[in-house]
């Protein structure tokens, strides 16, 4: 069996709102109203979902849930339908988008949002609802779970959580970086001294400098990349500028050493992708600009640098890098599923199972 992208669209959208319910935004406004929320990250980018949702024949719906005043929140939802099962996959990344700055009451807001998905794609659409919510501070992390149990839903006992190093930016640059290993915080100023350029920013063209990088990494370590360095050299000019990428190229002579990708979205920054070639582990280059990201998002008013994930076991030298950077280890809350019933989620995982064994075969096992 395979998924597809039919599914009937969220009820269109009226004058007004009542507290809870579900409308569909259109991308202009949803750029407007995500901004506004403190855990807005590049997963909820519309463009980026839209990109991503092509990739396996989906459907991106960008909906809003009103409160009483105004958006409760948003949600970008990823919906495959299963032909012939009369069920599929509603799937929330990096959401619902709840917390806004200096305000107490996104708990409130993240049941009001909960439960408007609930009735649309699980008691309407009769989907399989997945939801996995944009790691925050401990206390956050912890309150998400409660509302998800509370609201029926349960941890995907299949589904590997997303665990992290979080960097804490919320103090003086001067404490960040007492705050890393000696032996990184020595690595990092001997880069200082190697007479390395760096070019950054958001010009899509810098990425014409990254790709290599990037290719030359996974030929060498010859590893599957779901997400690469073509995927967000597509995705950069389809951003509009608040939203794109920083990217940053380190330079010795003229010749490219080091690369970073990331992301610079409501109060935290996620590094989604670096690289590194001969002279730019000769210099220590990726050390320089790890530390230009955290210089850009603490500038951008950032509370946390969130690593990108770490898998001590699949990859211990990564997962050192990071964790002498002087984060916590931290893992986000769930993944979540609220399902229609028995028969209907069995037969989405039946699904996701046959997905995953053809995109072994053709990666070669390299996954």
């Given at each position: 069996?395979?998924?597809?992208?039919?599914?009937?669209?969220?009820?269109?959208?009226?004058?007004?709102?009542?507290?809870?319910?579900?409308?569909?935004?259109?991308?202009?406004?949803?750029?407007?109203?995500?901004?506004?929320?403190?855990?807005?990250?590049?997963?909820?980018?519309?463009?980026?979902?839209?990109?991503?949702?092509?990739?396996?024949?989906?459907?991106?719906?960008?909906?809003?849930?009103?409160?009483?005043?105004?958006?409760?929140?948003?949600?970008?939802?990823?919906?495959?339908?299963?032909?012939?099962?009369?069920?599929?996959?509603?799937?929330?990344?990096?959401?619902?988008?709840?917390?806004?700055?200096?305000?107490?009451?996104?708990?409130?807001?993240?049941?009001?949002?909960l439960a408007a998905l609930r009735r649309e794609y699980v008691d309407r659409r009769r989907l399989v609802l997945r939801v996995a919510p944009a790691i925050g501070e401990e206390p956050w992390n912890a309150a998400q779970d409660e509302c998800l149990l509370a609201a029926g839903f349960r941890p995907g006992a299949h589904l590997r959580p997303y665990r992290t190093m979080m960097v804490d930016l919320d103090r003086p640059l001067a404490d960040v970086r007492a705050g890393l290993a000696k032996k990184w915080r020595n690595l990092l100023s001997n880069a200082e001294r190697r007479d390395l350029d760096v070019a950054a920013g958001t010009q899509p063209d810098l990425f014409e400098d990254f790709a290599p990088l990037f290719d030359e990494l996974v030929a060498r370590k010859a590893f599957a990349v779901d997400l690469g360095a073509d995927f967000y050299a597509a995705l950069q000019p389809r951003l509009p500028d608040s939203e794109r990428l920083l990217v940053a190229i380190a330079s010795h002579d003229g010749r490219p050493a080091a690369g970073v990708v990331a992301s610079i979205h409501g109060d935290t920054a996620v590094y989604l992708l670096g690289a590194s070639n001969d002279l730019g582990r000769d210099t220590n280059a990726a050390y320089l600009l790890q530390w230009h990201v955290i210089e850009a998002a603490a500038a951008r008013g950032c509370r946390w640098y969130d690593l990108g994930g770490i898998d001590p076991v699949a990859n211990p030298g990564v997962h050192r890098f990071k964790e002498r950077m002087g984060g916590a280890d931290t893992v986000a809350p769930g993944p979540y599923e609220l399902a229609p019933g028995r028969m209907r989620r069995a037969a989405v995982h039946a699904a996701e199972r046959a997905f995953r064994v053809a995109a072994t075969r053709r990666s070669g096992g390299r996954r």
């Open positions: 069996m395979t998924l597809t992208s039919e599914s009937p669209a969220p009820a269109a959208a009226g004058p007004a709102r009542a507290r809870g319910e579900l409308r569909p935004a259109r991308r202009e406004e949803w750029i407007a109203l995500a901004a506004a929320f403190a855990d807005h990250n590049y997963r909820h980018c519309w463009d980026y979902a839209e990109m991503l949702a092509a990739r396996s024949d989906a459907a991106a719906e960008h909906v809003v849930v009103a409160g009483d005043a105004g958006a409760a929140g948003l949600a970008s939802v990823r919906v495959k339908r299963l032909p012939g099962a009369g069920t599929g996959i509603a799937y929330v990344a990096g959401g619902p988008l709840v917390r806004r700055r200096g305000d107490e009451r996104a708990r409130e807001r993240l049941e009001t949002v």
